[in-house]
């Protein structure tokens, strides 16, 4: 017997407007929050940033690949990594469906990490992903767009998502933590934990108008919620996303069901 509570057709009926009144509302906000997004100040970005992609060397103009926009997925892949953070590529397993249609709309989506092409290009093998994957490795552009942090940052406390966080406990940075969740993505990426903390996830739009490459926005931690495709299922699910320990893998590791 359920434990949830049931109703009559009508009684949900009631419940379902009720709730569909809320969902206008948060729609209506989302949308103007969009525009505001939109309204944003350009920023020029005056750095000469280089990156490693299976094109070559490439300047940041040179990741629109011909395109007036670029969205950069801040990909957690550290140099010592063994394989992408699972987080992120949930994310990224949309990407190649996604791609086309913004493609059309004069839009390139494109991950940057700071791991070694090589890598990047053998995971991206082993998930079948299709998507551009360009290595920051060597360069700036990952601390300075506040996605990647030294050791001594976290003993300082990083500045991440617009506010600096508290330092680091000593038992994290020795690696002496029990948090299961976090433990286990770590592991995942082949990694100790302060190590896998050192990269954070991120997005970041920019746009080419006359040669010039602006920054127009970024955002970060729960802010990418909306780019996650299986979230936006599971959040209309009637269990929700029902996260109860470290239940998130790579896509070719989860049993067979």
């Known amino acids: 017997m359920t434990k949830h509570q049931t109703g009559t057709r009508d009684e949900w009926l009631v419940s379902r407007l009720a709730l569909l009144a ?15 997004r939109q309204a944003l100040p350009w920023v020029p970005v005056d750095k000469a940033y280089r990156f490693d992609t299976e094109a070559g060397s490439a300047a940041l103009a040179d990741l629109f690949q011909g395109r007036s926009q670029l969205l950069v997925y801040h990909f957690m892949f550290g140099p010592e990594y063994e394989s992408g953070c699972p987080s992120c590529s949930a994310i990224a397993d949309g990407f190649d469906g996604f791609a086309p249609h913004l493609a059309n709309h004069d839009v390139m989506l494109t991950a940057v990490s700071r791991a070694p092409l090589a890598k990047l290009r053998a995971f991206k093998e082993r998930m079948g992903w299709t998507f551009p994957w360009a290595s920051s490795f060597g360069s700036d552009f990952n601390r300075d767009f506040a996605v990647s942090f030294t050791e001594q940052e976290q003993r300082q406390g990083a500045e991440y998502n617009f506010r600096r966080a508290p330092p680091a406990r000593e038992e994290f940075l020795s690696g002496e933590t029990t948090a299961s969740v976090p433990e286990a993505m770590a592991a995942a990426a082949g990694v100790a934990l302060p190590v896998y903390a050192r990269e954070a996830p991120g997005l970041s739009a920019f746009v080419i108008e006359d040669g010039i490459v602006y920054h127009t926005y970024s955002t970060y931690s729960r802010g990418l919620d909306g780019l996650w495709g299986m979230y936006q299922w599971l959040d209309r699910a009637p269990n929700g996303r029902n996260e109860s320990g470290p239940w998130l893998r790579h896509h070719d590791r989860y049993a067979a069901r």
Do not use: G, I, P, V
């Not at 809320?22 to 505001?36: P, Q």
């Open 22 to 36: 809320e969902e206008k509302e948060l729609t209506r906000r989302s949308d103007a929050l969009a525009r505001r």
